[in-house]
C-alpha cells in the first residue's frame, strides 16, 4: 500500500507567518517531488529532489530532502494568499515504476 | 513544455453504464502514464501505471475488469469505467512521464476529469 505521510493535514496561518509541512515515507525513496494543488484543480509540479540531504530554494520556498531519503520539508517562509492549495510530496519507491502521494497538507493563508 | 489533457472534463452518467476517459500528451511521447483517482479532500490514490504497447499494473484493491486501461500509443491512454456506480464517483487523474522507468522523471499531470455517477 501507498505509505507516504505528510504532517501536518491542515494549517492556517496569518499571512506574512511561515509554514512548514513535513513528509515521510516508510521506505526508501530514490527521489522526491513536490507538488501543489489549488482548490478545484490538478497537481502542479514545483520541485524534484534527488541526492540525500539536498536543499533547494525557488523564491520564498526552501525544500529538503533527508539523509536517509525517507523523509523532505517544504517551507515557506512570509507566506501570502497565493499560497492557499494543498502541497503534496510524492516519490517512486526504489526499483518500482510508481509514485506514491504523500496524505498531503492543505494550507490556508487569512489576508 | 509538457502538457497533458485530459477528455472530457466533466461527465454525468447514470449507474451502469460504461464511461472512457482519455489522456493525451500533447508535446512529448509518454512511454509511462500513471490513473490516479482523488475523493474529496484526500490525496491522489495511484490506481494502475500504463506502458506503451504492455498490460497495465494495477494497485492493490483496484479491480482491473472494472477500471479497463489502454495505452495504445506513446501520446494516448485511456481509462473505462465499467458498469459504473455512485461509489466511483470521484476525480480521475492521469499523469505522463516521458522515460520507461518513470522514477527518475516528472510526472505531468492532466487537468482531471470529475465523474458524477447518478
Known amino acids: 500500500g501507498q505509505q507516504v505521510m505528510q504532517i501536518p493535514q491542515y494549517q492556517h496561518v496569518q499571512e506574512g507567518e511561515d509554514f512548514t509541512t513535513y513528509c515521510n515515507s516508510s521506505?526508501?525513496?530514490?527521489?522526491i517531488q513536490w507538488y501543489k494543488q489549488r482548490p478545484g484543480g490538478h497537481p502542479v509540479f514545483l520541485i524534484q529532489l534527488v541526492k540525500s540531504g539536498e536543499v533547494k530554494k525557488q523564491k520564498r520556498l526552501t525544500f529538503q530532502f533527508g539523509e536517509a531519503k525517507k523523509n523532505s520539508s517544504l517551507h515557506i517562509t512570509a507566506t501570502q494568499t497565493t499560497d492557499v492549495g494543498t502541497y503534496f510530496c510524492a516519490g517512486p519507491v526504489y526499483n518500482f515504476n510508481k509514485f506514491y502521494f504523500g496524505s498531503g497538507t492543505k494550507l490556508n493563508v487569512k489576508p | 513544455g509538457a502538457v497533458v489533457s485530459q477528455h472530457p472534463s466533466w461527465v454525468i452518467c447514470k449507474s451502469g453504464t460504461s464511461v472512457k476517459i482519455e489522456c493525451r500528451s500533447l508535446d512529448f511521447q509518454a512511454t509511462t502514464m500513471f490513473w490516479y483517482r482523488q475523493f474529496p479532500k484526500q490525496s491522489l490514490m495511484l490506481m494502475a501505471t500504463s506502458n506503451e504497447g504492455s498490460k497495465a499494473t494495477y494497485e492493490q484493491g483496484v479491480e482491473k475488469d472494472k477500471f479497463l486501461i489502454n495505452h495504445a500509443s506513446l501520446t494516448l491512454s485511456t481509462l473505462t469505467v465499467t458498469s459504473a456506480h455512485p461509489e466511483d464517483s470521484s476525480f480521475y487523474i492521469c499523469?505522463?512521464?516521458?522515460?520507461?522507468?518513470?522514477?527518475?522523471?516528472?510526472?505531468?499531470f492532466g487537468p482531471g476529469t470529475r465523474l458524477l455517477v447518478l
Open positions: 499523469s505522463a512521464s516521458k522515460y520507461q522507468t518513470g522514477s527518475e522523471e516528472t510526472q505531468y
Open positions: 521506505t526508501t525513496l530514490s527521489n
